[in-house]
Nanobody
């Protein structure tokens, strides 16, 4: 049974930083992309960042220059370092994994496994 478990969310003041982690279990994701999405209250889930097995990366424009995605393939874990946080970054953050090898997807429908989410709240 595949599980993705996020951690590291919390409450932070604007301008602060948080580091999210997502540990995968049940299988390895060798060759597969891992991604982060977020969903704010009353809004649709949106793409944040994705990283391939070889560390090719795509960021959403809204987080470019502030967030850094990385992965530790030996630990089957993906990270999201979030700096210069803004109140509009407040959302539930989800990690996701795709079954398709060799892609770098940015759409929700291209991911097959999802974590339960972790809340990030940025106060002004």
């Amino acid at each position: 049974q595949v599980q993705l478990v996020e951690s590291g969310g919390g409450l932070v003041q604007a301008g602060g930083s948080l580091r999210l982690s997502c540990a995968a279990s049940g299988r390895t994701f060798s060759g597969h992309a891992l991604g982060w999405f977020r969903q704010a209250p009353g809004k649709e889930r949106e793409f944040v960042a994705t990283i391939s097995w070889s560390s090719n990366i795509i960021y959403a424009n809204s987080v470019k220059g502030r967030f850094t995605i990385s992965r530790d393939n030996a630990k089957n874990t993906v990270y999201l370092q979030m700096n210069s946080l803004k109140p509009e970054d407040t959302a539930v953050y989800y990690c996701a994994a795709t079954n398709t090898i060799g892609t770098l997807p940015t759409r929700i429908g291209e991911y097959d496994y999802w974590g339960q989410g972790t809340q990030v709240t940025v106060s002004s």
